[in-house]
């Protein structure tokens, strides 16, 4: 999944407003059609505004044993097609391996502009465990929706600092971090590999079952 950073304007950075973007890079894959998916999340430069630009190519591959993860990688002659356009807009697919701005002819993937997010199924505050997302990060998330962008950012750093520190705790005591639910949550071929105990949360989830034991070993 995308991470979020927070992103500031020359002009913001005068006036103290920060924005959120999304940087990253996913992969969708399709063991039938041998076809997969390498999507750009673009990073911002510091100057300029945020634009939430997504850009990514389709193109034919051996989906088990492709572990390309740039697109500028991608061979020209295995591509197929290739996406453009903004995550919180329009979204496009332009056939062929040319470079969307040399092909006029692009056809709409979507629009997002006339969706409404759909409501978060979660587990009430009291079973969510310390280090879930929404409690972890509550303080942040509390500062952000205030305006209290300073405040955020500090927030934020204190976190980072804290796991860093775990970090360094776990390296002296010799121990290997190892996630919990995920053997691998971002594999090139865009397969979450869940763990015996991942598989046993998501069923538990599915039939509205939040009840978990606190993790013996945390990153933060």
Not at 167 to 191: H, L, M, Q, Y
Request: hydrophobic share 35%.
């Amino acid at each position: 999944m995308p991470t979020l950073a927070y992103q500031a304007t020359f002009t913001d950075t005068l006036l103290g407003n920060l924005n959120v973007s999304v940087a990253d890079t996913c992969f969708v894959t399709c063991k039938k059609t041998g076809i997969k998916v390498i999507l750009h999340y673009v990073e911002e430069g510091w100057l300029g505004k945020t634009q939430n630009k997504v850009e990514g190519v389709v193109y034919k591959c051996d989906v088990d044993n492709d572990n390309t993860t740039r697109i500028k990688d991608v061979p020209e002659k295995a591509i197929i097609g290739r996406i453009e356009g903004a995550w919180h807009d329009k979204v496009y697919f332009t056939r062929g391996s040319a470079p969307a701005a040399k092909n006029p002819d692009k056809t709409l993937l979507i629009d997002v502009n006339p969706l409404f997010p759909v409501q978060k199924i979660v587990p009430p505050p009291e079973q969510q465990l310390p280090n879930e997302s929404r409690k972890f990060w509550n303080s942040v998330t509390e500062a952000i929706l205030s305006r209290q962008y300073s405040k955020a950012t500090t927030e934020k750093q204190e976190l980072e600092e804290r796991q860093r520190q775990k970090a360094a705790d776990r390296k002296a005591r010799n121990v290997e971090w190892s996630p919990r639910f995920f053997t691998g949550a971002t594999t090139p071929a865009g397969i979450p590999e869940l763990t015996d105990e991942g598989k046993k949360v998501l069923i538990g989830l599915q039939n509205g079952d939040y009840n978990l034991e606190e993790s013996k070993e945390t990153g933060a």
